[in-house]
């Protein structure tokens, strides 16, 4: 990940962690504002948008647009909301964020628990039952119903 993507994907975190949300609504230009007075990185907003996609691309972030409808029916657009995905929360943890560690294990218990099927461990098994079945099974093969089953003949 190249270093712009990874400031702006912790500068959206940054704006997650401050409000406490599970998702980010500042708008472009905010961003942008954030990344220069943060990271000191200038940046147009169609490079923004190009770090937007890679991430969205790389599965770290996912954006979920936002409209509503005003009385008259007229279609209002508001900021697209940005949610941080467990993978890139993951790639914050690798950067050194703490709280995206935290983070990433809750999301991962959360939407990947642990199966509450019980498996039994295998049972002790007989070596010659075991020989026996595998030479059974060499022969199987030999057999003129087998060949003709298959088509070998």
Not at 72 to 83: E, I, K, P, R, W
Not at 91 to 116: Q, S, T
């Amino acid at each position: 990940m190249r270093n712009t993507k990874t400031q702006t994907l912790s500068t959206i975190a940054g704006v997650i962690r401050k409000y406490k949300k599970k998702y980010c609504v500042a708008s472009q230009e905010k961003i942008i504002e954030l990344l220069e007075n943060w990271y000191g990185t200038e940046i147009k907003v169609r490079a923004l948008n190009y770090h937007l996609a890679d991430l969205r691309e790389w599965k770290m972030i996912k954006s979920i647009k936002r409209t509503h409808r005003k009385k008259d029916g007229t279609l209002v657009l508001q900021t697209t909301a940005t949610c941080i995905t467990p993978l890139g929360y993951y790639e914050l943890a690798k950067l050194g964020c703490e709280w995206a560690l935290k983070k990433y294990n809750e999301l991962i218990k959360r939407y990947f628990p642990k199966p509450v099927v019980k498996i039994d461990p295998p049972e002790k098994y007989d070596k010659e039952e075991h020989r026996r079945r595998r030479a059974l099974g060499r022969e199987i093969f030999k057999t003129e119903e087998y060949r003709k089953a298959f088509g070998l003949d």
